[in-house]
């Protein structure tokens, strides 16, 4: 899956090894700037709002593959030396999961930037990403998760309850974007933007 994918916000796949283990050892390139949640320290808005709408063509272009990340949180967003966003591990989750299959479902490390219905039901997809990208811009313009301060468990069942819409907006994040991010915060799946529609909605605000 990983290897067919081409796309300036995309981390390429240089190579994938067996090594006769439980688990494929998968080659990418270095990159030296590390993850967005490292470089943004001191960053302006405008940087910012760049980085996000490039987070979001890399999704988009992703869906239009027809897979889904499965886990879009900061420490898989890399910064590039000129940069620019790529995203890591796109369709790795996906393949995880089918070579890991267990009715057991661990609380995800990433869980605050998850919908209710991954954390709830384990339910994945391109409505998920969504939400997660959401999550995602949050931290990059406020350097801080949504819910920091709370304990996994109490944070996860606030949101499997009330999701993120009801979240204060921060200084940080102007009330332009922070339409879109309530638009892809949604709880039902169904009526979440898709990724492109959040590219295009993002566009005109650049």
């Known amino acids: ?18 090594n006769n283990g439980p688990l ?13 949640r490292e470089y943004n320290v001191g960053a302006n808005s405008s940087t910012k709002l760049h980085q996000s709408l490039q987070i979001a063509a890399g999704l988009s272009y992703l869906h239009k593959k027809g897979f889904h990340h ?9 910064v590039k030396d000129d940069g620019g ?6 369709a790795f989750n996906m393949l995880m999961r089918q070579l890991t299959y267990d009715p057991y479902v661990p609380t995800p490390a990433a869980w605050c930037y998850k919908p209710w219905e991954e954390l709830q ?3 994945t997809g391109p409505e998920a990403d969504v939400y997660s990208w959401a999550s995602v811009v949050y931290e990059v313009f406020c350097g801080r998760p949504p819910y920091h301060g709370y304990y996994h468990s109490r944070g996860i069942v606030k949101i499997i309850n009330r999701g993120h819409r009801t979240l204060d907006r ?7 974007l922070w339409g879109i ?5 949604k709880f039902s799946p169904a009526a979440r933007l898709t990724m492109p529609q959040v590219e295009l909605e993002l566009r005109q605000l650049v």
Request: proline share 11%; glycine share 4%; aromatic share 8%.
């Open 170 to 176: 921060p200084l940080e994040i102007s009330p332009e």
């Open 1 to 18: 899956m990983w290897s067919a994918l081409s796309h300036t916000n995309i981390v390429p796949l240089l190579g994938i090894y067996t």
């Open 24 to 36: 494929p050892i998968i080659e990418v390139p270095y990159y030296r700037n590390g993850s967005i």
């Open 181 to 185: 991010l309530q638009k892809c915060w």
């Open 70 to 78: 499965g886990n879009i949180c900061p420490t898989n967003i890399m």
């Open 85 to 90: 966003i790529c995203i890591a591990d796109p």
């Open 121 to 123: 039901n384990n339910v």
